[in-house]
């Protein structure tokens, strides 16, 4: 294949003390260098071993114990990509990951960070970079009609939906107004002790979000699920009187759409009346099932999202946009304010009308130019070639959910509502830890051949293999490739439990 790069392969600059200083020609050729190393990399990607053969501190030791004492030719870094970088990586871009939950580098999306890097702004105040406060607005309210939910939410991006949960349980304890915790702090006299709540199924950025804000584990009651893995309302309505009654302020309600191990959906619309009845706030957590609302027929698992004082979900998941990305929306952003809002002399301002300062909205002063990657895969994809995408994927793991359902050495051990699929190994006359044994040494073993990774999770006290679909460039020969290591080393698992 011809190279785009006329320049590519002429022989490079010689370093010396000047070599950091890249004139626009050095920075032209270098970069057409690294922009063909990023798709030679992506045109092999699928040819490697998902996971790499590399075992602790090899990959430290392919780097020189000191720091080069003068600069090095671009050459020299983008080789130690392929010497000591590409051969310690795990392929998170591989069409046969299919472990935890997927995400893409999209095309669209590296040039986009590639832009958002050379701009290098710092939007922490509308002033300080105009652009990066709107653009990240302006597309993360197109997401809102995207997704049918509440177009008069007031959107941000944060780095992870683990920090979107920290923020939105900061702002639901503010919204506590009377114990005036900003000034008072947690642990003044006569302060009611706080409590969140959570399905057992919730993800652990939850309980970790409560321990930052000095609410303690304690602070999280987690809620038994049904027999589909969602929350029981019942069970919450119990806890959080209860909890009134021995003395607890019950504060919020952390409702998923789409948990992490099995996907499973909480009543949303049950949860909110319950939230609405005991002025509890609402967070919805739909960090991975949250792109799944672009398909008009997956719009009832979002039944009452519309209610939630907070939301978040990850363009950075299923929706094909380089992690870190994750989109964060609440009903409430002079609550917000009131928890994060404090200006040092230095960034005070004059008012401009209609401008946000979204460094009052959270706990980061720094803002990056996040939303480039963003705003650049919805408008390459458009918002019908990310639905199709999305689709196809539930339609793969609907496949998957098939064939395992018509093998009796397999059984699904979960509603797959979207593209995530958790099921297990049988092996009649094995005990159940010498099954979990063998699910635990299936998954290693399919692992184990290089084309395909699936991780493991527990369910109910069980060893459960999982299977989540959703990379870009996944298609059904790779889940059927999956599906056929799973078949094939079925028998050999269980041998070696038994
Ligand atoms: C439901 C849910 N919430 C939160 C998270 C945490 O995501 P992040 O890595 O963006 O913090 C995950 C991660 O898989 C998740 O599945």
Known sequence: MESPNPDRGASESPAGPESWNWDPESFRAHGHRAVDWVADYLARVGELPVLPA?????????????????????DALLSDLDRVVVPGLTHWNHPGFFAYFGITASGPGILGELVASAFNTNGMLWKTSPATTEVEQHVLRWMLEMFDLP????????????????????AAREAQADLEIRKEGLAAPGHPRLRAYAS??????????????????????????????????RALRQAVEEDRADGWRPFAVI??????????????????????????????????????????????????????????????????????????????PDVLQRAFQLVPDYLRTEPAAHATDLMNYGVQLGRRFRAIKLWWVIRTFGVEGLRSRVREHCRLARELARWIGSDDRFEISAPAPFSTVCFRGRWPGLPDEGEDAANEDLARRVSGHGPVFLATTRLRGRTTLRLAIGNLRSEESHVRLAWELLQSEHAAAGENAG
């Open 151 to 170: 177009r008069d939410w007031f959107p941000q991006l944060v780095d992870t939906a683990s920090i979107g949960t920290l923020v939105a349980l900061a």
């Open 200 to 233: 057992e199924q919730a993800h652990s950025s939850v309980e970790k979000a409560l321990i930052t804000l000095g609410l303690g584990q304690a602070g999280l009651r987690k809620i038994p699920t049904d027999e589909s893995f969602r929350m029981d309302v």
């Open 255 to 332: 409702a998923t759409v789409g948990t992490t191990s099995t996907t499973s959906v909480d009543p949303v619309s049950e949860i909110a009346d319950l939230c609405r009845e005991h002025r509890l706030w609402l967070h919805v957590d739909a960090a991975y099932a949250g792109t799944a609302a672009l398909l008009p027929e997956m719009r009832a698992h979002f039944a009452g999202c519309d209610r939630a004082d907070s939301y978040l979900m990850n363009p950075h998941k299923w929706m094909f946009v380089p992690i870190d990305c994750s989109a964060f929306y609440t009903a409430h």
């Open 54 to 74: 590399v075992r602790p501190g090899d990959v430290a030791r392919g780097l020189p114990e000191h720091p080069p004492e003068h600069g090095e030719p671009f």
